[in-house]
């Protein structure tokens, strides 16, 4: 099976990017790529238990709604949310307007900040569950792992909601705790690059 597609520089890609025109640059720029920043951290795995029933393109066409909305994912921020908050996020038309995923984003806030306070940050945290190189499936011939299946049920011990396995290791793979891009897709070696230069949170 063809795992490449051809990007318009003439270069090969992992397929999927070719699925809409919006992906071209989020998987050149963003998915693979290490992330430590808290709040990024944070905002992907909110919007990763958005797409829950729903396709990535949906959450990518709304990404700067949801911003705005959550301002900017600053979890400080969100865990003061009221019922107010609630129910203003529940009319905006700009973001998905499901109870339940606006409740977990609010609830998440509250526990990453616990975490916060007990390991210094969330990206320490997270990092710690970098699986090694041994222990890789193929590119994109998976959806969960035995790191996300840790880091799930971690999290959800902590009182995390909406932070199944499939949604971490999909959170694990746009994060760069993996590589995931296909063996012969341009953006593979310079993740790998990144990855190499990347200082580790919390070692």
Not at 36 to 61: C, N, V
């Amino acid at each position: 099976m063809n795992t490449t597609i051809l990007g318009p520089d003439g270069k090969s890609r992992c397929r999927w990017c070719g699925a809409a025109p919006e992906f071209l640059g989020y998987h050149d720029t963003e998915w693979g790529f290490p992330v430590s920043d808290d709040h990024r951290l944070f905002e992907k795995l909110s919007l990763e238990g958005f797409q829950s029933g729903l396709s990535w393109r949906t959450i990518l066409a709304k990404r700067e709604n949801f911003r705005a909305a959550f301002h900017d994912f600053d979890f400080d921020r969100i865990a003061r949310f009221t019922e107010r908050d609630l129910e203003r996020l529940l009319k905006d038309e700009g973001i998905v307007r499901h109870r339940g995923k606006i409740t977990a984003v609010i609830n998440n806030a509250r526990r990453a900040q616990e975490l916060v306070k007990r390991d210094g940050s969330l990206a320490a945290f997270i990092w710690r569950y970098e699986p090694g190189a041994g222990q890789l499936a193929k590119p994109q011939t998976a959806s969960t792992s035995a790191e996300s299946i840790a880091l799930s049920k971690d999290l959800k011990k902590q009182g995390w909601t909406f932070v199944g396995p499939t949604t971490v290791y999909a959170f694990m793979q746009a994060m760069g705790l993996i590589n995931d891009h296909v063996a012969d897709c341009v953006v593979r070696s310079k993740v790998e690059r990144a990855r190499k230069s990347f200082k580790r949170p919390g070692r």
